[in-house]
């Protein structure tokens, strides 16, 4: 097994070194009394190469000359103390001095050199678990629970330990060794910024990761720097005894590590509180794979992870005894193939209170807290066999960097597929029947096998590279990853060449100049990473080389002079050769390869590049002997000021040399600010494509709505644009704001610019876009302005909008409806408005309201189709949008005028006698005119803010100076129809009939569909659905077919004016008013000879004239009456009556019929010209009922 076991080492060795083709040295020195601090990225630890406590040269950590001279002060221990002290640790802080080293040399100053590389930890998997061993260490505890661990990624005998109380844990106590502990000597303790529920806590690379108390919540508190670097939701989670182990004690959220890194179980609702598994990223807390089991959690004692694989235990407590020998692990989910797996392993049970259990993949052993005492558990695993499997990296790992991997060996009795894992979010469940294959393909260069679903398959770079090259197949969908295949660990032979040049010691600057020759040509994935590494190291040289070119007081003038030129020369050609670098990186023919990473790779290396060229600036401006450097490179600008800040200085302006339309200004009161002896040091650059690397994951940007999957989401539409002072920090604050203009670099689909700043960590390389300090001061469709109180790099972050119909059958099919229904609607409308408008005999206030509202739509659909094609045009959409604005308002107020008319009609027996006209037009455009003034007033470069269309912007709540108003106007309509429809409904009598109330749902009607229009129109614009598209574009042809409907086709008065339109065009010069007159005489004369036939039935007839008189009255409209011109009315009443025998006496000489003669033929114009009053027309009526009654009596 030992021989197997080399055998194997000795294949990592060779295959890593294919995928990691050197390992970048790094240095750093500090002088003695100072601290020395080495860190390594991700999950890598530290080896320690050389380490020198002494002084070996005298230019280096220059002090008193006596303290200087022995340059053969060595510390032979110093790489044996060092070792000790960092290996296998992923960062470590020693200072330089008497307190950890032996002193060589007493009376010399000494410093502390190390040169140290960072390298994978090797986590092997000893195989499938058999049997847990007996109990190895035991010790009796204070508390009945409680979870005791190692960290994995720490060398040494450190123990934590957190014995647990209910609603009073928050403390971590930490042993120096296991014999520390059981003689109770404390080492450090911990007080943890929240309490803990449960005992799942894990501690993981200098971090102790447990659940806090009464939340469904992850919190990560650094132990090196006692603060909480992270805390996280785990969304759905049961939580605080909902879904606890069976012992209880808040354990519904264990954490736990393993081989793979960190995770977390628990239990959801949705999935019937059974157990769930999810694999998180321990430096990001971002979960990176989640798998749903059908193992009820509350019948698990413990659960824990082992090489992939949960397994869940049942043991007996002492109150149920009658469990005897069930102590065992039956269950057991292998993440890496998504299936279950059937297992009995008797699990050791002495004191029957099992609380926690921890795995721990460095000495593979269970850390067991089992009541009051605390165990220790080997375990025996199957031996371990070679196995075809290739060699893999964990996820979490392999994210942050590809030359540092945790490197996973598997070892199995036969050769399982590749390690599975998982894209954020993905959910995946064991294959219900035969196990579906992604089908075979090329890409990149590379042939993919056929590939299970959720397994990642690996093969060797394309040709021309060296490494190993990895593509994922999704679970859900059974389909390649969308995003390509995994090339980060794929790099070009000239990458180990030039390490070997930097390991070598050559001049930083000539090495700079060889790797952009090399960046020129093609790259792949890991020659960007490396790269940027690269540059890293060079740095770090190069400040080390400097230092042989500092002045001296020992030399003359002249040699000093010479070398400060040399230093300020050194450093323009090494920073020229990193800005050619960084160019070469970010030019379009190399995007392909950084897509070739994954996001947090992408992320890192971003990050790296603007941290690297940070520093070099500031390099240079510590040496720099004029006042101002700028190099430019077409996707790269740099400018870097040494100012005096004791003469007048001006406000900095970046690009200075050129127009660009990505400039920041920095006002001169913040320069004096940050003056340091009379200077100032200034650096600005300029990024292209660089911004959509840097990931828009855990932003903290105000969002106009929610990032929903598969629809908006947060991307970067800008350069990234920085600006620092003095490289004090990775952020400067400031008195008084930065202000800074960036372009949009997409038009189409990106809208509610945030004001960011790329907020990173100095030590990981890891960080989020945030808008903290920094605010938004003026966008339009093409710029955004802000400000911010501090320095760093910045960008605009947009919400990005997929079209949900971008082509196709679809999208025609809408494009078609839209412009149908407009067209539609608009005809309806311009037919409405002509007939309004042409008809002479339709005059009246309710006409006058419908011709305006018919108007005023057809200018506002007008409008909105202008504005959807216009939105680009930055004078022309601001006016459009203020129109649109206006027009939508008149609307609405429009449609509130008719609702009162109705009531006014309802509620006044005689109409007024002077029209209300001018009240209606000052209403109904005087509040929008107010309306949009105000708003001009408030903010007017919000008109045509909108991303979709000219209309008013959504982001800062602009556009509820639209919803506001119609809201109001809305309410106050509907207020007004139901206090209309409640009296007619109380009071209806014959003079108020069934037609008032059928107005009335006309306008109730047209209210809610106009309504509905545009909301579904303003979602659409908003929201680009294609629900809502379908919506407003079928609203909007009925509201206008609708008006032109109801309002115009089924009136009887249009009919017959139309009718008469006709008639008197067809019937022109056949017949005369006159001849017309005889006739109605002649039918009145036929009338009286057959009245006088019988005086008997006269009462009879009476009464039936008064019934019939009376029917009619109430069959026709109330409203309908008001429309007809009251001389129509009048005249024909009057016509009629004059040919009806029953009021007419024998002798025809009745003074009745002079009254009725005088009454309904007054001296008046023609009758379709009359313009009386319903006035008039009341009057009449009552009078004509007066002589009725009186002829009848």
Known sequence: AELILCSLLNLY??????????????????????????????????????????????????ADPFQMENVQCYQPDAFKIMSHRCNNRTQCVVVAGADVFPDPCPGTYKYLEIQYECVPYIFVC??????????????????????????????????????????????????????????????????????????GFVVYDGAVFYNKERTRNIVKYDLRTRIKSGEAIITNANYHDTSPYRWGGKSDIDLAVDEHGLWVIYATEANNGRLVVSQVNPYTLRFEGTWQTSFEKRVASDAFVACGVLYAVRSVYQDDDSEAGGDLILYAYDTRRDAERPVHIPFPNPYQHISSI??????????????????????????????????????????????????????????????????????????????????????????????????????????????????????????????????SNCTSPWVSQVAQKIKSGENAAHIAAVLVNHTRGHVYAGDVTSSVRLMEQLLDILDSQLQALRPATKDSATRNYNKLQKRERTCRAFIQALVQTVDNLLRWEALDSWQDMNATEQSHTATMVLDVMEKASFLLANNLYEGRFSDRAPNVDLEVYVLNTEMDIRDLFFPHSYDSDSTIQLPSATIKQYSRNGQVKVVFALYKNLGSFLSTQNATVKMEAEVKPGGRKLAVNSHVISASMNKESSRVFLTEPVTFTLRHLQLENHFSPNCSFWNYSERSMTGQWSSQGCKLVHTNNTHTTCSCSHLTNFALLM????????????????????????????????LCISTFC???????????????????????????????????????????????????????????????????LLVEVFE??????????????????LVVAISVAIDYRSYGGSPRACWLRVDNYFVWMFIGPVSLVILLNLAVLVITVHRMIRHSTVLKPDSSRFDNINSVTLLLLVTLTWIFGLLFINENSVVMAYLFTSFNALHGLFIFIFHCALQKKVQKEYGKC????????????????????????????????????????????????????????????????????????GNHLLANPVLQT???????????????????PAVFNSTGTFRNSSTDHLLWFFCCYIYVF
Not at 387 to 404: A, G, R, Y
């Open 1062 to 1133: 006709f008639r008197q065009s067809s019937c022109c010069g056949h017949a005369s008013s006159t001849g017309s007159h005889g006739s109605l005489k002649s039918s009145a004369h036929r009338g009286n000879n057959r009245y006088y036939s019988g005086s008997q039935s006269r009462h009879s007839r009476i009464r039936r004239m008064w019934n019939d008189t009376v029917r009619r009255q109430t069959e026709s409209s109330f409203m309908a009456d008001l429309n007809n011109t009251p001389t129509i009315n009048r005249g024909t009443m």
């Open 126 to 199: 000893p195989g499938t678990l058999v049997r847990v061993l007996d109990v190895s260490s035991v010790k009796e505890a204070e508390h009945q629970s409680g979870a005791w661990c190692k960290d994995p990624l720490q060398a040494g005998d450190r123990l934590y330990v957190m014995p647990w109380t209910p609603y009073r844990t928050d403390m971590l106590y930490e042993y120096a060794s296991w014999d520390d502990y059981r003689q109770n000597r404390v080492t450090t303790t911990y007080k943890l910024p929240s309490r803990v529920d449960g005992t």
């Open 799 to 830: 919400n990005h909008q997929q079209p949900a119909y971008p082509g196709g059958v679809q999208g025609l099919i809408l494009f078609v409806i839209t412009w149908v229904g407009m067209v539609i609607s608009l005809v309806c409308l311009a």
């Open 912 to 929: 007024s006698e002077t029209s209300r006209r001018k009240y209606y037009y000052l209403s109904a455009y005087g509040f929008p005119l």
């Open 1146 to 1164: 024998r002798s025809g000489s009745s003074p009745y019929n002079t009254l009725l003669a005088e009454t309904f033929n007054p001296s008046s």
């Open 838 to 904: 042409c008809l002479r005999g339709l005059q009246s206030d309710r006409t006058t309201i419908h011709k305006n509202l018919c108007l005023t739509l057809f200018i506002s659909q007008l409008l909105f189709l202008i504005c959807m094609e216009n939105k680009h045009y930055t004078v022309v959409c601001p006016v459009l949008a203020g129109f649109l604005h206006f027009f939508l308002l008149s609307v609405f107020c429009w449609l509130c005028v008719e609702a009162v008319q109705l009531y006014v």
């Open 358 to 487: 921890s795995y721990n993949p460095r000495d593979n052993q269970l850390y067991v807290w089992n009541n009051y005492n605390v165990l220790r558990y080997q375990l025996e695993f199957s031996p371990a066999q070679p196995t075809n499997e290739p060699l893999s990296t964990p996820l979490l790992s392999s994210s942050l960097s590809p030359l540092s991997s945790t490197v996973f060996l598997s070892f199995s009795p036969s050769p399982p597929p590749s390690v599975t894992f998982n894209p954020a979010g993905a959910i995946n469940r064991a294959p219900a029947g035969r196990p579906f294959t992604a089908t075979g393909r090329v890409s990149r260069g590379v042939q993919w096998p056929p590939t299970h679903r959720g397994e990642t398959v690996e093969r060797p770079c394309p040709k021309g590279s060296l490494g190993i090259a990895s593509y994922h197949c999704m679970a859900d969908e059974v389909v390649w990853n969308p995003r390509g295949p995994d090339l």
């Open 13 to 62: 060795s060779c295959l890593s070194r294919a995928a990691m083709p050197f390992g970048l040295m790094r240095r750093e020195l500090a002088c003695e009394g100072y601290p020395i601090e080495l860190r390594c990225p991700g999950s890598d630890v530290i080896m320690i190469e050389t380490a020198n406590y002494g002084r070996t040269d005298d230019k280096i950590c220059d």
